[in-house]
């Protein structure tokens, strides 16, 4: 796709398929001109004199024998007031796929071309009506499929995130200049920056920085989906509970151990919150060498998550569900991962109802205090409550439990609310700017190594020319995510994702 075309386009804006009405759009120099040789207007005819720019004119629009194709309402852009800065017409048509193709076949008889994907927003981009981040989130707007996941590319092409770019930008540019004053002046040996003030500067830009690179693994969620990982002993009922979560027969289910022998990963909305549900092969010692890989994928993909159900058979006795318990808990990170503990099979056992919790907690906390001291946990009182007088450790907050039978469905529903409780940490406020795409996370990512580079420089008393030259990558990589600084192949492939009619 070439980056500048002054030509006329046009394409089907409205999704494919039959519907009530559909909406052709056109954008170029010669926009009006060819919508108006294929125009009739009610009772009068209309030039392009005459338009007034943002009003919807009734009218039909005719072939070269001048038979009517369709009744039609036309609203004419005048630039740069459009959504590509040039001259635009929309066409309000009848859904009818014979009439949208015929009258696309009109525009292009008459010297428009059909639009390449992404064509629009590539020209709203390069006529300045948004930068590259704002352009990428119309596509992530198109592709929401959920509150959360709208409401942070809806910042995004508000410039929230933009926004944050241009202070970064802005610090950097007068660190750069600063440093490209003492180079023209480098004979007299004059320093026209106090260093600590500049190590300030740097400091905050790195924090900048590192808050957003940070956003990645929230924002990435959201984008992707919630991620869940079902894992535990084989025939604990794994793939049973996935099938009964999504209603619908997903995984294969038998009773032959190592059935499930690769991830299995379906999505699925809970109160407007998009879950990423994977099954996992499961857990146990094998000489299968195609059901040990997928052990090491299951326990990759626990490390993966932000939730993870551990299911436990209440078919079998309480010591083997505890060490199932205990091996998944190993797995974990409990700062930062949500366990729920799902003892399944309750149709197999009356008793289910009388598992000891005291014993529980009891067989667990000392596993748990293990893993939130090995990731770092450091204040452990915090920990504590009361359970029967007896004091012990609160893993209230770190474990959750809930009964089902997946087989009958027995409080599927309780778990699906237990699930969304879970995750409620993991909600966006309106304004909060989330990183969300992998491109720009890795052109973060390397403008803070290049900040490092600046900031040991600085305190190394590196020559002002080589900390130029750093501040100038830093100003590069940020500049790469707005399109300031931009290649055809970048654009092309950014644009390329998009659909064609945006």
């Known amino acids: 796709m070439s980056l500048v075309k002054k030509d006329t386009i046009c394409a089907i804006a409205t999704a494919s398929g039959t519907a009530g009405i559909s909406v052709i759009r056109m954008s170029g120099n010669d926009s009006h001109k060819i919508a108006l040789s294929r125009f009739v207007k009610k009772a009068k005819n209309l030039t392009v004199n005459d338009i007034i720019p943002n009003m919807m004119y009734y009218g039909e629009i005719v072939d070269f024998d001048n038979k009517t194709i369709d009744d039609v309402m036309l609203t004419f852009f005048k630039a740069p007031h459009s959504y590509t800065g040039e001259d635009s017409v929309e066409i309000s048509c009848h859904g009818s796929i014979y009439i949208q193709n015929k009258i696309l076949e009109l525009l292009i008889q008459t010297g428009a071309r059909l639009a390449e994907a992404g064509e629009y927003t590539m020209r709203a981009f390069i006529n300045g009506k948004m930068d590259l981040t704002q352009a990428e989130a119309v596509a992530d707007i198109i592709s929401s499929k959920n509150e959360a996941e709208h409401r942070v590319a809806m910042n995004q092409l508000k410039g929230g995130f933009s926004n944050q770019l241009k202070i970064l930008r802005r610090n950097i540019l007068d660190l750069t200049s600063l440093m490209e004053l003492e180079l023209d002046f480098s004979e007299e040996d004059v320093e026209f920056a106090d260093r600590t003030k500049l190590n300030n500067i740097v400091d905050e830009a790195s924090a900048h920085i590192n808050k957003l690179t940070d956003s990645f693994r929230l924002g990435n969620t959201i984008k992707k989906g919630i991620p869940v990982a079902i894992v535990g002993d084989t025939n604990a009922g794994k793939s049973t509970i996935l099938n009964a979560l999504l209603g619908e027969e997903r995984a294969i289910v038998s009773d032959i151990a190592g059935t499930t022998r690769d991830t299995i990963e379906e999505t699925m909305n809970i109160k407007g919150k998009t879950f990423r549900f994977i099954d996992t092969a499961g857990i146990r010692e094998t000489e299968d060498i195609i059901e040990r890989i997928g052990i090491e994928r299951a326990f990759a993909k626990i490390s993966e998550a932000d939730i993870v159900l551990g299911v436990l058979d209440l078919s079998k006795s309480s010591s083997e569900y505890f060490n199932s318990a205990r091996t998944i808990i190993s797995k974990l990170n409990l700062l930062e991962q949500k366990l729920i ?102 052109a973060l990512l390397n403008a803070g190594n290049a900040l490092d580079k600046v900031k040991d420089g600085l305190l190394s008393g590196l020559s002002t020319e080589f900390v130029a ?26 644009f390329g994702r998009f659909c064609i009619g945006k």
């Not at 030259?469 to 950014?494: A, F, M, R």
């Open 341 to 442: 503990l799902v003892f399944n099979k309750i149709d197999l056992n009356a008793n289910a109802s009388c598992v000891n919790l005291q014993d529980l907690y009891n067989e667990l906390s000392g596993v748990i205090l293990n893993n939130i001291q090995d990731k770092g946990a450091t204040m452990l009182d915090e920990y504590k409550y009361s359970i029967t007088g007896t004091d012990c450790h609160d893993i209230r907050n770190l474990l959750k439990l809930t009964f089902i039978s997946a087989k009958s469905g027995t409080d599927i529903d309780k778990l699906k609310e237990d699930i969304y409780f879970n995750s409620t940490d993991l909600s966006v406020d309106e304004n909060d700017v989330l990183v969300t795409n992998l491109r720009h996370y890795e």
């Open 469 to 494: 030259q750093d501040l100038k990558d830093v100003l590069y990589h940020l500049g790469s995510i707005t399109g300031e600084i931009s290649s055809s192949d970048v654009l092309n492939n950014i």
